[in-house]
């Protein structure tokens, strides 16, 4: 089916609903034998993202167990509770109402870190806390006035960016396939490989063969069959369901008051930014994919949601939180659009977030089964930006050019992780992510080749946002 193109309306009136009495997709309520597998599959897709701040800040500020559990059951908490709130949205203030999934993001992780140097120790998660809170009253107040700057992304832009988020996130898999934990003396060993590509190759013969609803749930299928041949050569861990507790429902500020240093302020706000474009990124993305047109009041709604989850997330032990990008790959491979499934896995996140014995359940799924899967989510993403591409007008050597200048520019971190190791910290923290340094390339090429002393066809009226 054509894919209709991406960006603002050419008016600012409502999107383009389906014929009377028909319902869309994206509010299509499923019955629980496709909504439950599906719902899984958003979990079992996101679970391993979820956690990974939390272990890794946790580990720097010295953590005992009990204390990572704790900071491991918030991230959970906030993360259902954030993309409830996308899923099924409060008024016209809050919510996309797609089916997009917000958690704490690893964006986050790096400038976090610095925090938790350059303080005092008992005070590195205050400092943080502090500065995350800040962030997400920032988001709140800039947020909504992202909604007027679509017109500056055409599917000529969109289509760069989601290529991008496709493209820079795949060393992620190709991590977890190897094993996930770089510092491990079998990182990389060919047992972990093997087990990766027999979960690859699981979810591409259900492609192939499956008719259907085993279709939608490929990538279930190949996560549940790729850990039961894990247990056999002892590759499933099953320690942290004998360590996790019943029950471990974070209190606020368990781990101290808030506190306010200008300079680690300064830091989450950038890193807000750029999480707020890539956030932004991942709505056009995911509207694109589900087939309803994302106007700057979705993504303005969207944004409020990121803010009021980064603002609240610390009073419990959470972090800035934004789009995960993984499950806009499994909507776009499985095709079930439904935004009530992605409700129900953002209710399953809140329920291990207050039962982590049951979240160590999810987490027995091997890192090298993840990395398998990750590779066909990943994939379908950037497959989804080509395709919009392909509506953008490349016989025109001017869209070539500005194609070919951001994928470059969002390519260098990930082939050269240490290109902007000079620049100053502000610059790193922008430049450093190729989907942040990809878009704003291509925005930057599009005001130059369309909009300036010109008026082209990429460009259209800016929405309202509310």
């Given at each position: 089916m054509a894919q209709p193109a991406l960006g603002p309306a050419p008016t600012d009136g409502p999107c383009p609903t389906p014929p009377e009495g028909a319902v869309h997709p994206v509010d299509e309520k499923l019955p629980a034998s496709r909504l439950v597998p599906a719902a899984l599959q958003h979990i079992a897709a996101m679970y391993a993202g979820v956690v990974t701040p939390p272990l890794i800040i946790g580990q720097a500020v010295g953590l005992d167990t009990a204390g990572q559990t704790r900071l491991i059951a918030a991230s959970l908490l906030i993360a259902g509770l954030a993309t409830v709130l996308q899923t099924l949205g409060v008024a016209n203030f809050a919510g996309n109402r797609l089916p997009f999934v917000n958690a704490a993001s690893s964006a986050g992780i790096a400038p976090m870190l610095a925090i938790a140097e350059t303080s005092a120790k008992g005070h590195q998660l205050p400092a943080i806390y502090g500065a995350v809170m800040v962030a997400g009253v920032f988001c709140l107040l800039v947020g909504p006035f992202f909604g007027r700057l679509l017109r500056f992304f055409p599917p000529l832009v969109t289509g760069v960016v989601i290529t991008l988020i496709g493209v820079t996130l795949m060393p992620v898999p190709v991590s977890w396939a190897q094993g996930g934990d770089r510092s491990a003396a079998d990182f990389g060993a060919m047992k972990n490989l093997a087990l990766a590509a027999f979960t690859l190759v699981v979810i591409l013969l259900c492609q192939r063969f499956g008719r259907g609803f085993l279709r939608q749930v490929a990538l279930l299928l190949g996560l549940l069959v790729g850990t039961l041949a894990a247990i056999p050569f002892h590759l499933a861990d099953f320690s942290a369901m004998r360590s996790a507790p019943l029950a471990a429902l974070p209190t606020p500020f368990s781990f101290g008051a808030p506190e306010f240093h200008p300079a680690a302020i300064l830091s989450l706000c950038i890193v807000m930014m750029v999480l707020m474009t890539e956030s932004s990124a991942g709505m056009l993305a995911i509207g694109e994919i589900c087939e309803r047109r994302t106007d700057g009041r979705t993504i303005a709604r969207g944004l409020r949601t990121d803010g009021i989850a980064t603002l609240l997330g610390p009073v419990f032990g959470g972090f800035p939180t934004s789009a995960f990008a993984q499950n806009v790959g499994v909507v776009s491979l499985t095709r079930v659009r439904s935004r009530y499934v992605v409700a129900v896995a953002g209710g399953a996140l809140l329920v291990l977030g207050a039962f982590p014995v049951l979240g160590a359940v999810v987490s027995l799924v091997p890192m090298p089964v993840l990395g398998g899967a990750g590779i066909v989510l990943f994939g379908s993403i950037a497959v989804s930006g080509i395709r919009t591409l392909s509506e953008a007008g490349l016989d025109d050597s001017s869209n070539i050019i500005l194609v070919a200048v951001a994928l470059g520019a969002g390519i260098i971190p990930l082939a050269a992780p240490t290109f902007y190791a000079g620049f100053p910290a502000w610059a790193q923290t922008?430049?450093?992510?190729?989907?942040?340094?990809?878009?704003?390339?291509?925005?930057?090429?599009?005001?130059?080749?369309?909009?300036?002393?010109?008026?082209?066809?990429?460009?259209?009226?800016?929405?309202?946002?509310?």
């Open positions: 922008v430049l450093g992510s190729g989907i942040s340094a990809g878009a704003l390339t291509a925005v930057l090429l599009n005001l130059f080749f369309h909009h300036l002393g010109t008026r082209s066809s990429v460009t259209a009226p800016v929405l309202k946002s509310s």
